[in-house]
């Protein structure tokens, strides 16, 4: 076996343990991006794919962030709150004994850099075109000041660059007013939602709420995950025709560095 197939078969096995306890607590979630392309369109992982993520509408999110923190296997897991436990607005569930290196990786624990899952959050959206562009303008500057705060390295010149531009933000009132265009529609009803948290662009990041009302069960290798009910409509406009193969050339894995599995 080799290391990426090992790699995808323990990142299955916390995924599993995500999916019983979410079963478990009546929260739902769904597979996110490349995560809903691996089950659709090969039953399992992309052949090349490094990592897994779902993501979960903000009440779901918030109860799992509630009761994950208090009651996710700790002897097994770290539980790393975004904002909290490490520098992005969303969280990760970690195996302990491991370790994943990454391209760009932030500066946190070295024992805390196991193998993970992605816990994505889809946040309420502007109900207005000019409102939705406005609101994913603040989000990135947001997201930007939070890697800089907290020590994030990146060989990219695009990115120190909006980095840089986005350090306005150590004024407060810069601040409060960044987050609070990005969160000002929580809790209400706009008719969109937004995958504000995940690194996905504009126009595509934002979806009929309609969308993440309903999901259903698929196979993904030797079980099955939540996946939006309209799954085709979701990965069309994330992906464009998700089902054909990119070229041979872009059929690599995005993130890994260098792994050690421990006892698993």
């Given at each position: ?10 990142i299955l096995s916390i995924a599993k343990d995500i999916d ?87 500066a946190g624990k070295d024992n805390m850099r196991g193998i ?92 009929h709420e309609n969308i993440f009302k309903e999901t259903t ?48």
């Amino acid at each position: 076996m080799n290391d990426l197939r090992h790699l995808q078969l323990v990142i299955l096995s916390i995924a599993k343990d995500i999916d019983a306890f979410c079963t478990a607590n009546n929260i739902q979630y769904s597979l996110n991006g490349g995560s809903a392309i691996g089950a659709i369109r090969h039953q399992g992982f992309i052949p090349w794919d490094d990592d897994f993520d779902l993501q979960m509408t903000a009440d779901n999110y918030r109860r799992f962030v509630e009761l994950a923190r208090k009651e996710f296997n700790n002897e097994k897991y770290y539980f790393e709150e975004g904002l909290k436990d490490w520098p992005l607005d969303f969280c990760k569930i970690k195996l302990k004994g491991t370790v994943f290196g990454e391209k760009e990786e932030y500066a946190g624990k070295d024992n805390m850099r196991g193998i993970f899952v992605d816990i994505f959050r889809v946040d309420r959206a502007a109900p207005t075109t000019c409102g939705r562009l406005f609101q994913y303008a603040c989000c990135k500057a947001r997201s930007a000041y939070l890697l800089k705060q907290r020590g994030y390295k990146s060989a990219s010149f695009p990115k120190k660059l909006v980095m840089f531009i986005a350090s306005l933000q150590k004024i407060a009132i810069v601040r409060k007013f960044i987050n609070h265009q990005v969160f000002k529609y929580d809790g209400k009803e706009t008719g969109y939602v937004g995958l504000l948290s995940d690194n996905t662009h504009y126009p595509n990041c934002f979806f009929h709420e309609n969308i993440f009302k309903e999901t259903t069960k698929v196979k993904f290798e030797d079980t099955k995950f939540s996946i939006l009910k309209d799954y085709d409509a979701y990965l069309k406009q994330l992906f464009g025709n998700y089902m054909q193969l990119p070229p041979e050339n872009e059929r690599r894995n995005p993130h890994l560095t260098n792994v050690d599995f421990g006892k698993y």
